[in-house]
């Protein structure tokens, strides 16, 4: 587990509500992420108070109504940022998702929020209680490059985070740092011991795809809706790999494209 600081306040139920609604202004931005077995509401139009047509241009995901309204008050009324309606998130330079816990209903809404970016220079900063450290990997790859405490974190430290993510900077705790640092270390030094037998036995673009998000914790039912092909497609797939490079099953398949260093 990675604690991210002290005081951190217990995970809160999901407010089921839509924002604008609950606090009568049409002009909120908050999205409500969904968790496993609960409902949210989803809040849209433009932002808060409103700033030039310049600066950094951010929206609000959150799985907690009044935790997505604070953040997002903080950053409407910094004159470097810009928050831009909901439906718009696409377009957004930074997208800051505030979270009471980081589990896997989380981060496959991330992923997906992620995936709908039309600006590719699109990041995430992530607002959250402590995170596993198995999720970091998972993590930076929906775009995340700063993190922060959400327990009693100033509204300056908020703008000031999404301002550096938006300039291509970073944020986020020395420890996570160091946690990030150790898994590239550990990861180029397995690449190393692949034998280049292995490294020559080639993967196509397909097949790689298709290990990738394997890789990153998906079922066959997601990794076909992705690829837009039949399920019995891709376990066809990963038959045909298996086979071919002597391998037992898909597990062992991701564990030699990610020691050959190419997924």
């Known amino acids: 587990m990675i604690d991210l600081g002290p ?4 995970e809160r139920a999901i407010v089921g ?8 202004n049409p002009d ?4 409500l992420l969904p968790r496993e077995g609960r409902g949210a509401g989803s809040g849209a139009a433009e932002a808060l108070g409103g700033h030039a047509d310049d600066g950094i241009t951010v929206s609000v995901f959150a799985d907690d109504l009044s935790d997505g309204v ?3 008050r903080a950053l409407s009324e910094a004159p470097e940022v810009r928050v831009l309606p909901l439906k718009r998130h696409a377009e957004a330079d930074v997208v800051v998702v505030v979270a009471t816990r980081v589990d896997d209903a989380l981060l496959l809404q991330m992923e997906k929020v992620a995936a709908q970016a039309e600006n590719s220079r699109q ?16 993590i930076v790859g929906c775009g995340v490059v700063s993190i922060l405490p959400r327990a009693a974190i100033a509204p300056h430290l908020i703008v000031r985070a999404v301002v550096a993510s938006g300039r291509g900077e970073a944020v986020m705790p020395k420890r996570v740092v160091r946690r990030l640092l150790e898994e590239a270390r550990e990861f180029h030094q397995a690449a190393r011991r692949v034998p280049p037998v292995l490294v020559e036995a080639g993967l196509t673009d397909r097949e790689l795809d298709v290990l990738r998000m394997f890789a990153d914790g998906h079922d066959t039912g997601y990794v076909a809706v992705q690829l837009r092909l039949s399920e ?11 086979r071919r490079l002597g391998l037992r099953n898909r597990t062992h398949a991701v564990s030699y494209a990610l020691r050959a260093g190419v997924i």
């Open 28 to 31: 909120l931005v908050v999205g």
């Open 70 to 72: 604070r953040f997002l």
């Open 123 to 138: 990041r995430m900063v992530l607002i959250s209680d402590p995170m596993r450290e198995s999720q970091l990997s998972r």
């Open 17 to 24: 509500v839509d924002a604008r609604t609950a606090l009568g």
């Open 7 to 10: 005081n951190y306040r217990r």
């Open 232 to 242: 019995r497609t891709i376990k066809k797939i990963v038959q045909d790999l298996t």
